[in-house]
């Protein structure tokens, strides 16, 4: 039984920050990489970030690397996608994953959760 389960998604005004959160139940966490996607209506899954296994290294998309920050916590089983400066068009159901490695801010996705929705607007 694998489970991932987002939380900390919300509405915000643009420039707004968000801290996204990743619970993961029925592996090992820490021996997973750990992306974050998003989706927003009527257009492709979209890579955002990458943590690689035992906090080997990070990486973001180029239109988010300034702002978001990908984190783990391999001894609660969570990881974290702290988002600063959104923007409207970030508006999307952002959903986490575990993976078997980061290709740079993509990972190669086994599990996903379900997704929480972020909505940025005045």
């Known amino acids: 039984q694998f489970a991932l389960v987002e939380s900390g998604g919300g509405s915000v005004q643009p420039g707004g920050s968000l801290r996204l959160s990743c619970a993961t139940s029925?592996?090992?966490?820490?021996?997973?990489?750990m992306g974050w996607f998003r989706q927003a209506p009527g257009r492709e899954r979209e890579g955002v970030s990458c943590?690689?296994?035992?906090?080997?290294?990070?990486y973001a998309n180029d239109s988010v690397e300034s702002r978001f920050a990908i984190s783990r916590d391999n001894a609660k089983n969570t990881v974290y996608l702290q988002m600063n400066g959104l923007k409207p068009e970030e508006t999307a159901v952002y959903y986490c994953?575990?993976?078997?490695?980061?290709?740079?801010?993509?990972?190669?996705?086994?599990?996903w959760g379900r997704g929480t929705q972020v909505t940025v607007s005045s």
């Open positions: 994953a575990s993976c078997s490695g980061c290709s740079g801010y993509k990972c190669d996705e086994r599990y």
């Open positions: 029925g592996f090992t966490m820490n021996t997973y990489a």
């Open positions: 943590i690689s296994s035992r906090y080997t290294g990070t």
